[in-house]
């Protein structure tokens, strides 16, 4: 069994690479032409991936699985036409293929182009979210990579019906089998077949909660880009303007609480925690925030609880928030890069040099100053649809959307050089 | 011992973090003040570099250490000076840090600057030459990383030695401590540990041979960027001007035959075979190439032995080279898709459709069209020194230079911005 389930795994990933030669060169004008008939081909099939969807849904309540979760495995009609549009819109974003990077002449005459190509195959491990498949097909195949994709096991019909209502475009235009694949078991044993495939396979990326990335991150023998949990802080500086303060503070808590860069955890300079906090806690209070925090804070907000340590380590993903009052921007400063997941932070200040010390010294993906976390996000930084957003520092951090699902190579154009 | 070796490794480690912060912001004008007094510090402490550099000697020979390796291993005046210029040189070169990759303006005001920031503590796992240790040295600090170095036990000596002249330099100028770390052990557990210290390193670079690379590679549960071995094609097109591709042919092979950029396999179309071989092969013949050859290009030199399939999968790193003579343009680009390690290929030819098919089609980290592989290199490309040439896709691609030892932040400036 698990030798069968390697060997058909081998074959779905070596197929997708030889797929991936032809799909690099495939012209941006056909790739746009199929996305649309993609996104028209999701709601022509609307019928048979209810259907599935159906199924899916009676197994997860049979399994009685939280509502929140078969919340989001449900599928209808208005959430089927977001995924097509989706599609339309990724088909009217820039193709970051055959870009120019970079091109320079050497002195021998040599010249140089740095050219963004895409990066091969790329395995996508995701949980039950069923629009994740059409997203992620659909920014693969702009970008020119064949796609991997393993999703949940409790949104498996739902995705392989979505699955299917897209290759038979693909099929429609003749293209190489395995541009578009799915692992279609629920063998557990799958992701870690997957994982040591590197002869085939380019990049993971894998998208769920932190114990499947992380036990994605330890596995694999292919490089992974990693979409971990965002701590994300908001530091109130002494010379902040407080109104400011508490619109963005208000924004970055109450507006999405449950996505990765809401805030978390607020920091307040010690000088104006006196003023700013009474007004900010009754604001959250009848938005139905639970502030939790330091000694200080609880003097000034009665209402507030105890933070312990493990609350500033504490994504809530909910109406929670931790706060502390701080000493100054050092402290600020050292608190976001010890106890954040260098995801986005901001401060808010009218101070020009704390400003700038707080760009430069914190370690984290997205620095703001004077504005809401909630903006690190591909189309709020206007770069379009994303596949997430990423924690690591190597080839892609924060928002990862078509250029970051791209390589580059190095061509070169002589006329006889040769090396002395 | 195992535990404390651990325990050791991690403080290292943990170290080599709190120091990149301060390191990260270093003005360039410091770091390369710096450079040029470790320049002279190499300079200086050259006797008890060439001493300890003379344990190592005895070891090795006692120990029946191949020539080759002995040669690798030892230092004289002239590489000493050679290491001290290289650090003077990377003084001179640009520093990425700070750059602004990309900055623009969103509708609502944000100002969004995409900058270059070190990646932060990077570790380098080589093999013998210890001229590596100071080049990996400057390149990490210039660059504002933290670096942790793990050589060949045959060198421990003369790293330690060139080691400890160059951190004198910085704590002279009373940086923090951890700002460069040598493993001084050699203890072969101690690579599998740092593998481990995920939280604390960013980034490991192998540079050595395939099986270390590979050890590296499976092992680690840090970001790797590998520098594989390079088996280098010229394909000699139908169209090629022939006296051109003699000399990018010879260049490529004999010039320089034990690096990763040198031609292990040489491509004839069948149409030009008879006219380019019987010269050519006299040319190599001459400079003492042995040619392993297809049955086609057997009949036209027949001095040449025949070639396995292992030979096109074999990067020889000698005055060796498999030929094979083709069909056409569709056969070579597969064959070098296939056979090659996507490291530098060429195609000579004067035909401007094949010169960009080639250049589009070959997977490979440097394409050329007209030159030899021989100008893969960070000098030759104007990018001034490297770390060495990654045949990954992630991150870095080619030469692997200062830029690459960096990633990105965003920095966002608003005023007062929330999302709606």
Redesign the interface.
């Known amino acids: 069994m698990a030798t069968n389930l390697k060997k058909q795994l081998t074959q779905i990933a070596a197929r997708a690479k030889q797929a991936s030669?032809a799909l690099?060169?495939l012209s941006s004008t056909t790739k746009n032409k199929i996305l649309q008939e993609m996104a028209r081909a999701l709601q022509a099939k609307r019928g048979l991936i209810l259907k599935a969807n159906r199924k899916d849904l009676a197994k997860a309540k049979a399994a009685r699985l939280a509502d929140a979760l078969i919340d989001r495995l449900a599928l209808n009609d208005k959430r089927i036409k977001e995924m097509s549009e989706s599609l339309v819109q990724i088909s009217r974003l820039n193709d970051p293929v055959g870009k120019v990077i970079r091109a320079?002449l050497?002195p021998n005459g040599?010249w140089?182009h740095k050219v963004r190509?895409p990066?091969?195959v790329i395995a996508i491990i995701y949980e039950s979210r069923p629009n994740v498949t059409s997203d992620c097909i659909g920014l693969c195949f702009k970008s020119g990579n064949s796609v991997i994709l393993r999703g949940g096991s409790e949104s498996l019909n739902s995705n392989l019906a979505i699955f299917h209502a897209l290759n038979q475009v693909l099929k429609k235009h003749h293209l190489a089998d395995g541009i578009i694949n799915m692992v279609g078991t629920v063998d557990r044993k799958a992701v870690d077949i997957l994982l040591k495939l590197?002869d085939f396979i380019?990049?993971v990326i894998p998208r769920g909660g932190e114990n499947l990335i992380k036990h994605v991150?330890?596995l694999s023998?292919i490089?992974?880009?990693k979409h971990y949990k965002g701590i994300c802080i908001v530091y109130v500086d002494k010379s902040a303007?407080l109104s400011?303060a508490q619109?963005?503070c208000?924004?970055?808590k109450v507006?999405r609480p449950g996505v990765c860069n809401a805030m978390e955890s607020m920091l307040v300079h010690k000088a104006i925690a006196a003023r700013f906090l009474p007004a900010m806690a009754r604001k959250f209070n009848d938005a139905g925030v639970e502030i939790r925090g330091c000694p200080v804070t609880r003097k000034i907000v009665k209402s507030a609880k105890p933070a312990t340590e493990q609350d500033y380590h504490t994504e809530y993903l909910a109406l929670k928030l931790s706060v502390k009052v701080v000493n100054d921007l050092e402290q600020a400063i050292s608190h976001t890069?010890y106890y954040g997941t260098h995801h986005s932070d901001a401060i808010v200040t009218q101070n020009y040099e704390s400003a700038l010390e707080f760009?430069?010294?914190v370690?984290?993906?997205?620095?703001?100053?004077?504005?809401?976390t909630?903006?690190?996000d591909g189309y709020?930084?206007?770069m379009g649809a994303e596949i997430g957003i990423s924690t690591?520092?190597?080839?892609a951090?924060?928002p990862m959307a078509l250029e970051e699902l791209t390589?580059?190579?190095?061509?070169?154009?002589?006329?006889?050089?040769?090396?002395g």
Chains 1, 2 share one sequence.
Do not use: E
């Open positions: 030669g690099s060169n320079w050497r040599l140089i190509v990066i091969g590197d380019d990049l991150a330890s023998r490089p992974v880009i303007d400011k619109a963005i208000f924004n970055a507006q890069n760009l430069r010294r370690d984290s993906a997205c620095v703001y100053v004077n504005a809401s909630r903006f690190t709020q930084f206007g690591d520092k190597l080839h951090r924060g390589t580059y190579k190095y061509m070169i154009f002589g006329s006889g050089q040769v090396r």
